[in-house]
């Protein structure tokens, strides 16, 4: 039997290249997006465009409040995305962080994934991610593995989850190399924080100013939709 | 200034005796409840009651889509409640687990916590849940506590979360014992699987058993409203 996993998909390049991962390690991909009042909504209709062309057993996407809460520039509309490629600083924890994001994707992941028997979920946490994101360091990722695993049936039957992070240490550059390499079609994906309502990148955020310079270092031609041109 | 604290609050016996604590230790109280498809809805009007003659200072119900999922016969309408005091049996994981519940209720209570500027989440899980429950039991939440320091903005300020278990060590009695100390009025609380509309207890669950148990060990009248005569 195939092995199943969760695997939580924003429609952004990192998560796209995650599933493209499971596929290659031979698991049944069940795909896991949120939608949490985030403004760049048309990240939703790239999870289900990769979702299909990642050859996921099933999409899923969760209905998820946390807009109620504010307090991120991601999800509060009173609140700008910060522009310039310096937004998202070494060291400081940036206005676009959304309060336990992961903890909270994570958490629902294994929800499901213990309903489908699975104990293995994929996250696309990776070290551009670290300095800024406290919930996308490796500690943080262990920790949780811990977690589910005292907290579910696996605290009884001695079984014990995998939380993937196959991104974990690769830059942008290396990611998209490695999606390149497993034939992910990054013209689906939709990594900026404003994106428009057809899904264009604004080209000046701090997502799409690191997916830019990824696609330059891995020398691989820039196949983002833009809104203004770059 | 007062610190403030998000308290589970189920609406039943135990979460209710949790809010007289966090109150009766100082904190400001922000109730958090779900409605995660679960038949017995009449809880959350119970846990409306319980946060107003509480003292909660906010009350949120956050719309959570678990019964999606299915799987347990608390949100799942194919499978019936088990009756009956050994439906709880020891050591076996009860139809009546939500998958990954509690791990998914405290990582929304720590991103509301996160946005109040709140460390401290209060839990009444105790021992009486232990034997079925992985997620009741104290590692587990030790190992949830550990997971949120490391992925919120404590892991950078060297702030810790505390999860607060007052009621860890207690069986029935005892928290019916302490909670009536604190003015707790449980005639307010509803602590049935299968309550009818009116928020009336069935009175054959494990629950029901339980609790009815609990309060004639404890010497106190049980104020709990049966649909029946038992």
Redesign the interface.
């Known amino acids: 039997m195939t092995k199943k996993a969760v695997i939580l998909l924003s429609g952004g390049l990192d998560s796209a290249t995650c599933l493209a991962v499971a596929k290659r390690d031979g698991f049944d991909s069940y795909a896991l997006s949120f939608f949490y009042g985030q403004r760049h909504d048309s990240e939703l209709d790239a999870a289900r465009r990769v979702a299909q062309a990642g050859g996921a057993r099933e999409h ?1 996407i ?5 807009s ?4 991120s520039a991601l999800t509060d509309e009173a609140l700008a995305v910060p522009k310039g490629a310096s937004a998202d600083a070494e ?1 400081i ?1 940036p206005i676009t962080y ?7 994707f ?3 992941a ?3 994934a ?2 489908l028997g699975a104990h293995d979920i994929f996250i696309g946490v990776n070290s551009v991610d670290y300095s800024g994101y ?2 996308c ?1 490796p ?2 990722i262990d ?2 593995r ?3 695993t ?4 696996t ?2 039957d001695g079984g014990e989850w995998e939380i993937h992070t196959p991104l974990q240490h690769l830059g942008k550059a290396e990611i998209i190399r490695l999606g390149v390499s497993l034939g992910v079609d990054y013209s689906l994906t939709v990594s900026c924080y404003d994106a428009d309502r057809e899904g264009r990148a604004c080209g000046d955020c701090a997502s799409c100013h690191l997916r830019r310079e990824g696609f330059r270092a891995a020398g691989i031609p820039d196949p983002t939709r833009y809104a203004a041109r770059h």
């Open positions: 899923r969760f209905d998820l409040g946390l109620a809460w504010g307090g060291g924890i959304v309060p336990a994001r992961n903890l909270v994570l958490s629902l294994a929800a499901w213990e309903t406290p919930d360091r500690e943080f920790a949780f811990r977690t589910v005292l907290g579910t049936r605290a009884d």
